[in-house]
């Protein structure tokens, strides 16, 4: 997969925020300026009438009519889009602890928290309808342009307020439910023993995995959610797949997507007034994905006429969702929106997790002790609870988030006004949480800097709970996380009992495409145990 947009160097090892405002010694949590506020205490006049006005929260100051918009642009901007991770940590260090970046062309302006205090408050207090200010061009197509199909229940992504609260109610429980994800333990063991076959026969005579093999992933990353959303195996791990096949298809629809979201955000977005060749691609785009869910939807409620249904715990999470409900509609939704996030997060993380395995042998050596331990018979098949024991495997994976946090921030649009690091900010504006900077800072992680999936085993109390959190909080934390989980648990169960994993290229950068990967051919090596 060629990655169009310009990497920036350096980035092999995670950036680690030394802020010398806040360096202290002994203890890293002791001295850090701290929150005047309790997480859910209530905030009275008092408090804000103490606080510092808006217009003097530190940050980039914008230029008159262009705003801030220019800094993003290419050549005379300071900062690219694809920068984004590295311009946070800029911000932080140019700025402190909080940020504001105003004056953006057609949206609000962006206000950058670094506190891990501050970011523990503004979630608990986020009320029944959290607003996370994502995707408006998903919006505009889903309110706009498709109001015919989506109508009142369009889904939960890029959807706010009651109408999210409605639609997520529906679909909760079903997705969350252990009982739902257990079930899937063994259709997503047999995908991935698929792309495992089709990874020996990839391999080259020293066991070098080819070029694209980022591509090979984000197959079996569709192949593992178009069983879960679509009941169905879409036959992405064949062989011969060509450039107009419909899994193919999917994979580039599904990238592209994501990867131009930040493009017609970020950028001046101009598309809101006019159509513009990138917003008419993009409507296309989602149109081919309706198309494809309510296939393969309306082919699970022909099955489900003829099935034979004792319990529901015969039910997949596809025909729960469409017996409850009775309505075909809600079930492509659901799909569609587990589909658009569901692919591209699950097979950047696992590249970022598969590329630290095979270049930390140590690290990598003891989870292959666990996993042969905990399932000594490599022909049992896997199950739920087997694969719960895997602590260390898991630890490793939480700290693979925590030093490169695949998705760079999670963010709200605050729905009333509040006081952030003793300024008063009004509502409206969107509040950005840089996970990938705050789980690097030493004020809430000790020795940031090393890999250490100890730390997640041995109940460090020096992790603040809030500085990496990357599947978000709350009423809208990711509704994919149990899935997300059990096809990275079964992965490296299944790949690392059997291979070691290495990698003799070029050292990889890390860059920002819409995820934070490592970028370039990830060419791991796979040796038999
Ligand atoms: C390792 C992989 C993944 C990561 C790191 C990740 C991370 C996230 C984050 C940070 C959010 C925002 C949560 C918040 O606002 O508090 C989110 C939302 C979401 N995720 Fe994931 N995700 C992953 C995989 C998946 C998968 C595999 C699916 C689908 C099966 C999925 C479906 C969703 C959905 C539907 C939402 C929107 C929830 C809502 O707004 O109500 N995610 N994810």
Same mark, same amino acid.
């Given at each position: 997969?060629?990655?169009?947009?310009?990497?920036?160097?350096?980035?092999?090892?995670?950036?680690?925020?030394?802020?010398?405002?806040?360096?202290?010694?002994?203890?890293?949590?002791?001295?850090?300026?701290?929150?005047?506020?309790?997480?859910?205490?209530?905030?009275?006049?008092?408090?804000?009438?103490?606080?510092?006005?808006?217009?003097?929260?530190?940050?980039?100051?914008?230029?008159? /009519?262009?705003?801030?918009?220019?800094?993003?642009?290419?050549?005379?901007?300071?900062?690219?889009?694809?920068?984004?991770?590295?311009?946070?940590?800029?911000? +932080?260090?140019?700025?402190?602890?909080?940020?504001?970046?105003?004056?953006?062309?057609?949206?609000?302006?962006?206000?950058?928290?670094?506190?891990?205090?501050?970011?523990?408050?503004?979630?608990?207090?986020?009320?029944?309808?959290?607003?996370?200010?994502?995707?408006?061009?998903?919006?505009?197509?889903?309110?706009?342009?498709? %109001?015919?199909?989506?109508?009142?229940?369009?889904?939960?992504?890029?959807?706010?307020?009651?109408?999210?609260?409605?639609?997520?109610?529906?679909?909760?429980?079903? /997705?969350?439910?252990?009982?739902?994800?257990?079930?899937?333990?063994?259709?997503?063991?047999?995908?991935?023993?698929?792309?495992?076959?089709?990874?020996?026969?990839?391999?080259?005579?020293?066991?070098?995995?080819?070029?694209?093999?980022?591509?090979?992933?984000?197959?079996?990353?569709?192949?593992?959610?178009?069983?879960?959303?679509?009941?169905?195996?879409?036959?992405?791990?064949?062989?011969?797949?060509?450039?107009?096949?419909?899994?193919?298809?999917?994979?580039?629809?599904?990238?592209?997507?994501?990867?131009?979201?930040?493009? @017609?955000?970020? %950028?001046?977005?101009?598309?809101?007034?006019?159509?513009?060749?990138?917003?008419?691609?993009?409507?296309?785009?989602?149109?081919?994905?309706?198309?494809?869910?309510?296939?393969?939807?309306?082919?699970?409620?022909?099955?489900?006429?003829?099935?034979?249904?004792?319990?529901?715990?015969?039910?997949?999470?596809?025909?729960?969702?469409?017996?409850?409900?009775?309505?075909?509609?809600?079930?492509?939704?659901?799909?569609?929106?587990?589909? @658009?996030?569901?692919?591209?997060?699950?097979?950047?993380?696992?590249?970022?997790? @598969?590329?630290?395995?095979?270049?930390?042998? %140590?690290?990598?050596?003891?989870?292959?002790?666990?996993?042969?331990?905990?399932?000594?018979?490599?022909?049992?098949?896997?199950?739920?609870?087997?694969?719960?024991? +895997?602590?260390?495997?898991?630890?490793?994976?939480?700290?693979?988030?925590?030093?490169?946090?695949?998705? /760079?921030?999670?963010?709200?649009?605050?729905?009333?006004?509040?006081?952030?690091?003793?300024?008063?900010?009004?509502?409206?504006?969107?509040?950005?949480?840089?996970?990938?900077?705050?789980?690097?800072?030493?004020?809430?992680?000790?020795?940031?800097?090393?890999?250490?999936?100890?730390?997640?085993?041995?109940?460090?109390?020096?992790?603040?709970?809030?500085?990496?959190?990357?599947?978000?909080?709350?009423?809208?934390?990711?509704?994919?996380?149990?899935?997300?989980?059990?096809?990275?648990?079964? @992965?490296?169960?299944?790949? /690392?009992?059997?291979?070691?994993?290495?990698?003799?290229?070029?050292?990889?950068?890390?860059?920002?495409?819409?995820?934070?990967?490592?970028?370039?051919?990830?060419?791991?090596?796979?040796?038999?145990?």
């Amino acid at each position: 997969m060629g990655r169009s947009l310009r990497t920036f160097t350096g980035y092999t090892r995670p950036f680690i925020v030394k802020n010398a405002r806040y360096a202290t010694t002994g203890c890293p949590f002791s001295k850090r300026d701290r929150s005047q506020i309790a997480p859910t205490a209530e905030l009275t006049e008092e408090i804000f009438s103490n606080a510092k006005p808006y217009s003097e929260v530190p940050g980039p100051k914008p230029i008159p /009519i262009l705003g801030n918009t220019w800094r993003m642009v290419p050549i005379i901007g300071q900062f690219d889009i694809s920068e984004f991770a590295k311009v946070t940590k800029l911000f +932080l260090e140019r700025y402190g602890r909080i940020v504001r970046l105003g004056g953006l062309i057609g949206r609000p302006d962006l206000l950058f928290v670094y506190d891990a205090d501050e970011i523990e408050r503004i979630y608990r207090r986020e009320g029944p309808t959290p607003f996370r200010p994502s995707m408006p061009c998903l919006v505009k197509y889903k309110s706009e342009v498709r %109001k015919d199909f989506f109508g009142e229940l369009p889904g939960v992504v890029g959807v706010h307020g009651d109408q999210w609260r409605r639609f997520r109610s529906k679909v909760q429980r079903p /997705i969350l439910q252990p009982q739902t994800v257990k079930k899937y333990v063994a259709p997503i063991e047999m995908v991935t023993e698929d792309f495992i076959k089709y990874m020996e026969n990839a391999k080259d005579e020293n066991g070098d995995l080819p070029h694209e093999f980022d591509n090979d992933i984000h197959r079996w990353s569709l192949e593992c959610i178009g069983r879960v959303a679509l009941d169905t195996r879409l036959g992405c791990l064949s062989s011969d797949l060509t450039s107009d096949s419909e899994p193919q298809r999917i994979i580039d629809a599904a990238k592209f997507a994501l990867r131009n979201v930040a493009v @017609l955000e970020l %950028k001046a977005p101009y598309w809101r007034y006019v159509p513009t060749p990138l917003w008419t691609k993009y409507v296309n785009n989602m149109n081919f994905f309706v198309e494809l869910c309510s296939k393969y939807i309306n082919e699970a409620l022909e099955r489900l006429k003829t099935k034979k249904v004792t319990s529901e715990n015969d039910l997949s999470l596809l025909e729960r969702v469409l017996r409850s409900e009775g309505d075909p509609k809600i079930a492509t939704v659901m799909a569609l929106d587990l589909i @658009l996030v569901g692919i591209d997060t699950i097979s950047m993380a696992v590249c970022s997790i @598969l590329y630290q395995a095979a270049t930390r042998l %140590k690290q990598q050596e003891k989870m292959a002790e666990e996993i042969r331990r905990v399932l000594p018979d490599p022909s049992k098949p896997l199950c739920y609870s087997d694969l719960d024991k +895997l602590h260390y495997t898991k630890a490793f994976v939480r700290e693979v988030f925590r030093m490169y946090s695949t998705v /760079i921030g999670n963010g709200r649009t605050l729905q009333d006004d509040d006081v952030i690091c003793g300024y008063h900010i009004p509502k409206g504006v969107q509040v950005v949480f840089p996970t990938i900077v705050t789980g690097n800072m030493s004020q809430f992680v000790s020795d940031p800097e090393e890999f250490k999936p100890e730390r997640w085993l041995e109940n460090d109390g020096r992790l603040h709970p809030f500085a990496s959190l990357p599947y978000g909080f709350g009423a809208r934390i990711c509704l994919g996380r149990r899935f997300a989980d059990l096809e990275i648990q079964i @992965l490296l169960a299944k790949l /690392i009992r059997r291979y070691r994993l290495e990698y003799h290229h070029e050292p990889l950068d890390y860059a920002v495409t819409f995820m934070y990967a490592p970028d370039g051919p990830l060419r791991l090596r796979m040796i038999d145990r």
